[in-house]
């Protein structure tokens, strides 16, 4: 029998490397009213393996940060993980992991749960494999001994490992035990490793390449490292948060069989420049389109507007008023120094001529701007103000004739009109240059419009990528799909990024271990 074979992980994966799902309570509302915007009252919650007929995944990561312990009660008297992922409907095997979620504590000086609670939550939601408890070190650094913290973090590592063998051992829980690295460099790395080897473990996590910002040369510098302890062992590897594909023939040389990572997920929901995952792992932009009538920042930005309105028009009366004023003084400076030659002056107790020249001609001035305020001026003013209200009505004026954007109803109205425009777009209904022009008067109701971001959303639309892609949440959901603008077209997004990225997963894993083995990359039961 092969070393490797004596782990049960490597026989049922066929020692090829499989991509797992880092599990974030991400469902969608199969029933969400997108043209309301309102959740129905038969709310059907689905998780991507529910949605999509072909898999998007080889296993689950479930990390115990997202669960608080009252939760993981509840999961556990419902039947445990599979149930409440519904994992146990599936036709194929899903395998489900579990880790206790290192990132989220990662800043404070220990770790804010125990070896007892991991060791409970992976048993009583009979967890298929977990991982160690441990702390991330945070700095990745080319050699040397690591600061004493660092050291601190990666001996609280090993001891945690230590102690959950030791119970599993003694406990037979039922779930494999992952032991886990973490370390600052790639010689301690393996010090680790071979520790942890010695001491019976046969499967590791590397963890912390994602939380240290670790290029692929250093990722690759680590698990090059440790592949004497991997042979000399029969070990096999886990990596946390990374799967690029340049890495892939590092993770196969070194017998990383299983990895996780969130990048395209986070992607989707992140920014509006890469969030829909096209073809060649290339991405389409999508767009930031608050709500008008609930989000908070569509109610900044409406807020913001009038303020900025209001602050344009007190700022051109002042200027206005200062010009007008000026232009009066100087007219009566030059009447009241006529009157001087003339020596019509009137009596005055300043002596001074220049002076009693311009007192006169200032009293004079308010006098007669009291009795009729400048309007000339003010009429430019509030034109300037329309010009900008009315920006590019010209191509659409029937569409927008009657709307006061400038207040948020007609605001809300835009928003639906925008989105109307959108969906008959995507229906071949409307030019991309009709749809474009409505987009755009919503779109320029708000502080934040960025008209680059804009084009380069013009190019998603022109593109259409979502009406090409074979996805089951693309078809559902159309050009909506393209949009950050709600939860619910946020967690379509992340599950066609899901999707996508596991065909070309696939595809990069048949290449690197060949078409003939095509047959042998599914999973094992
Ligand atoms: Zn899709």
Known sequence: MNKFEENPTVQRYNNKIQLFFPYNGHAVNTNYDFQAEEHTDNRIKKFPHEIFSEKSYDGIL???????????????????????????????????????????????????????????????????????????????????????????????????????LERVKKEQPGWYLIGSIQAWSAQSFRDVALELAKGGFKYLAMGGPLNMGMPDSDVADVLKGLSDVVNDYGICLHVLGVTRYSLLPVFKECNVITCDSATHM??????????????????????????????????????????????????????????????????????????????????????????????????????????????????????SIEDHMKFGEDVMPNLLEGLDRKTKDGIEKLDIMARDALRSYDRGEISLQEAKNVLLQYLRCFDGFNPKYFENFITTLENKPWQKCGCQMCQDTGVDIVLLRSGETGCRRIFHNLWKYYRSWDKAIKELYGEEDKENTSVQN
């Open 62 to 164: 479930v990390a115990k940060s997202l669960y608080n312990e009252k939760q993981i009660e509840k999961i556990a008297a419902e039947g445990g993980i599979k149930k409440h992922l519904r994992l146990d409907q599936l036709p194929y095997d899903v395998p489900v992991m579990g880790d206790c979620g290192a990132p989220r504590y990662m800043h404070k000086h220990m770790p804010d749960i125990t070896t007892d609670q991991l060791f409970n939550y992976y048993t009583s939601l009979g967890f298929d494999y977990g991982i160690s408890l441990d702390h991330i070190i945070g700095q990745y650094e080319h050699g040397g001994k690591g600061t004493a913290e660092q050291r601190r973090r990666r001996d609280l590592t090993i001891n945690n490992n230590f102690e959950l």
């Open 266 to 383: 986070v992607r989707a929901v992140i920014g509006p420049h890469q969030a829909y995952l096209g073809e060649e792992n290339g991405y389409h932009a999508g767009l930031v389109m608050p709500k008008a009538n609930s989000s908070f920042r569509a109610k900044r930005y409406v807020k913001s507007f009038d303020e900025k309105e209001a602050e344009i028009l007190k700022k051109k009366d002042a200027e206005v008023l200062q010009k007008e004023k000026d232009a009066l003084l100087e007219k009566e400076i030059a009447k009241q120094k006529k009157n001087i030659l003339l020596g019509k002056l009137k009596s005055s107790k300043v002596q001074d001529e220049e002076e009693k020249v311009k007192l006169l001609a200032e009293r004079s001035v308010d006098a007669s701007m009291k009795k009729a305020p400048p309007g000339k001026g003010l009429e430019i003013r509030r034109n």
